[in-house]
């Protein structure tokens, strides 16, 4: 077995006979392929759906009660028996018949290979969106993050995963130095079922996971060089202030709001260094529990 394709779905009974139907014809003699859909808490009978369908290529995993889609992701991958994963869609807004290609970036070479979603959908302001701040923050070449993707099975177990950092795939695969590809995929009108998020709330979860994991990759890597500067600034600015407020009281100008101003920015740049100083001591126990053994 090489390729395993995983399948979260939620609540997507009206789908999962047309989707089966689509990797009947996709898959056809193709034997290094299976096929694992993740019924992740459905409430719509989408389980006892898949129960019925009974295909050689075909698995099925379930979650008792909705564990939202990255953990959809890992069980399917601990299930797995192929080296590589496809990460698809059970509303069936992507081809498989884009997978093969896919497989081709990775047998040339790259770990991820992930989908640029061309055409019209539902979601693409907020796609557009979310994808440009993830591109300059993380500093990515890649224009969609969360489309139809490839990765060899060995990256999942290199990267931390939290719920719903699915989407980040591709920035923490970029920092633990995975190298990543991309190809144009066309991108369907969902056929039945309604999205699972509302686009607003999506932005709003998305703007902060953003953050989350920028502030993982990047500031609790060195957390005394960022924190650490920000409270030394801050304390060296109170300084010159205190210093400024005392030659004008000497001179008759005295201006209580300066002092006000000193206590704060020295207060602020203490904090910043507890701060530095705790996330150094993180880092640390990170780096212990990270640590290979020889």
Known sequence: MKISVLV??????????????EFDKFIGKRKNYEVIIV?????DGTYDILKKQKRRYLRTVRHKKN????????????????????IFDADMQYDPNDIPRLISLIDNGFDIATGWKQGKYDKKFVSNTYNLWARKLFGLQVHDMNAIK?????????????K??????????????YRIGEIKVDIRPRRFGAPKYQQKSRIL??????????FQLSFMKKPMLYFGTIGLFSVLAGITVGVLSIILRIFGHGFRPLLYLVILLVISGILFF???LIGESIRAILDHLE???V
Do not use: C
């Not at 719903?164 to 130095?177: F, N, T």
């Open 8 to 21: 979260p779905a939620y609540n997507e009974a009206v789908n999962i006979p047309i989707l089966i139907e």
């Open 39 to 43: 019924d992740d808490g459905s409430e």
């Open 67 to 86: 564990m939202g889609k990255t953990q959809a992701i890992m069980s399917g991958a601990k299930a797995a028996k192929g080296g590589i994963l496809v």
């Open 150 to 162: 490839a990765i060899r099975k060995e990256v999942l177990k290199d990267i931390p995963l939290r």
């Open 164 to 177: 719903d950092w699915h989407r980040y795939l591709v920035p923490l695969a970029k920092d633990a130095g």
């Open 205 to 214: 979860i998305g703007f902060f996971d953003l953050l989350a994991v920028k």
């Open 274 to 276: 507890s701060l530095a």
């Open 291 to 293: 640590k290979p053994e």
